[in-house]
């Protein structure tokens, strides 16, 4: 059943005893919600959740790099509204987690409404509804299966875990957004999205994004830039450090894997010559290796086909303070900027 059908219908005699219920067992309890907009830094990619009532324009998405709307791709519409309340009845679990560097406490949320949360399920890719309840802030990953004849709506998420604090911005005053956060050479990737010189090989269709920061739901073509922890590795017996600046400066190395999504052979060439050239013209990244490209195996069995994906493997060399002034580059393109408001709101 669609979710139009879903709201238009009316309760059935057991969704209406169901929904007194979870009045009563609740409180005829009601949760707020804030709306917060997806920031991409364009100095490494790095996605933070900012304030609705936070954002310049400045900081629209696709002012970054890796931010402009690709080919083949919907612009997105963003809901004007900057809170809602929805009625319903949440309780949560608490589960504490030991890991090797934190130990936190992982509360997973179920939401029951009585009538469904329309902003929810509407929310554009760009958009994120955070809920709060005692101190507790939550948004949600999935909703429930749905019985037409319960009539109740059932979100479930996490709370936002501790170490994902950082990334929930609702006070600019101590957000840096001219400092990369990363430590390997994924902004000279990135900087790939601006380079289209007026000769040879240049990138001016394929964007992209860094590995599990990609869009949600994002229509190809389009590329993903996987450095994994383990790749990375000094060249130099120890880092130079300028005696004036005290600037850091490290020959490193990364073992790099680009995941092309929508691409046919020549493009995929292409690409690769296109990081050639990059390395050349710039030098901020050295090739290593002579990269070949690879057919992967992405299937869904309801259609019976393969989706056109491809992977490139580059090891490159660099200097992390090379990397710096790459991002600084592309600090002076587009600066993350934010408009004065209530934060309240």
Not at 236 to 241: E, N
Request: one cysteine or more.
């Amino acid at each position: 059943m669609s979710i139009a059908d879903e709201s238009s219908a009316a309760k059935t005699p057991l969704g209406s005893d169901l929904a007194a219920g979870v009045e009563a067992i609740s409180l005829n309890q009601t949760i707020q919600f804030t709306l917060y907009k997806r920031l991409v830094l364009p100095l490494d990619g790095y996605v933070f959740w900012v304030r609705a009532s936070l954002y310049g324009p400045s900081a629209l998405p696709d002012k970054a790099l890796i931010g402009r709307v690709g080919p083949n791709q919907p612009p997105s519409v963003s809901s004007a509204a900057r809170t809602f309340v929805a009625k319903g009845s949440l309780h949560y679990s608490t589960d504490t987690r030991q890991e090797e560097s934190e130990n936190y406490a992982a509360n997973r949320v179920v939401f029951t409404a009585e009538e469904l949360v329309n902003p929810l399920n509407e929310t554009a890719p760009n958009t994120l509804w955070i809920g709060e309840w005692e101190g507790l802030r939550f948004a949600f990953s999935s909703r429930g299966p749905y019985y037409r004849q319960a009539d109740l709506h059932h979100y479930v998420g996490f709370a936002v875990y501790s170490d994902m604090a950082t990334q929930i911005i609702d006070d600019p005053s101590g957000f840096d957004s001219r400092n990369v956060v990363v430590s390997n050479s994924l902004p000279a990737w990135l900087a790939l999205n601006g380079y289209n010189p007026g000769y040879g090989f240049g990138n001016p269709s394929l964007v992209l994004y860094p590995s599990f920061l990609t869009p949600s739901n994002l229509e190809p073509p389009y590329a993903a830039v996987h450095i994994p922890p383990e790749a990375t590795r000094t060249l130099a017996m120890a880092p130079r450090i300028d005696s004036r600046t005290s600037t850091h400066s490290q020959l490193c190395a990364d073992l790099v894997r680009i995941t092309l999504w929508g691409t046919r052979n020549f493009s995929a060439l292409d690409f690769v010559d296109c990081v050639n050239q990059y390395s050349s013209d710039f030098g901020a990244i050295g090739m290593m290796n002579s990269p070949v490209v690879r057919d992967e195996k992405r299937t869904q069995t309801e259609l019976g086909t393969l989706a056109m994906k491809k992977t490139v493997e580059f090891e490159v060399s660099y200097l992390q303070s090379r990397i710096n002034d790459v991002a600084m580059q592309a600090i002076q393109r587009a600066t993350a900027a934010f408009s004065v408001g209530d934060a309240a709101a």
